[in-house]
């Protein structure tokens, strides 16, 4: 219930950062040396959107974004 509160809260900030993070994008594509930062890009853009809740790996020359679920026992 926390991550989705904070999700909440960050979403108008998140929407503008993957606004910009989509255009930073499009830019480095049109560049043969800029295409791996545009996957850069659009990988930042899939983690502002909610960035809370969220664990990422990085190593193997590839990034892994997961979802964190939190399991309660009562």
Do not use: Q
Not at 5 to 29: D, K, S, T
Not at 30 to 50: D, E, N, R, Y
């Amino acid at each position: 219930i926390c991550t989705f509160l904070a999700n909440l809260i960050w979403l108008p900030l998140g929407i503008l950062l993957v606004v910009l993070h989509c255009c930073l994008a499009i830019v480095c594509f049109t560049s043969i040396v800029g295409i791996p930062f545009a996957f850069a890009h659009m990988k930042l853009a899939s983690l502002a959107i909610c960035p809370f809740g969220v664990d990422t790996y990085i190593g193997g020359g590839e990034t892994v974004i997961e979802e964190r679920t939190t399991v309660i026992i009562v």
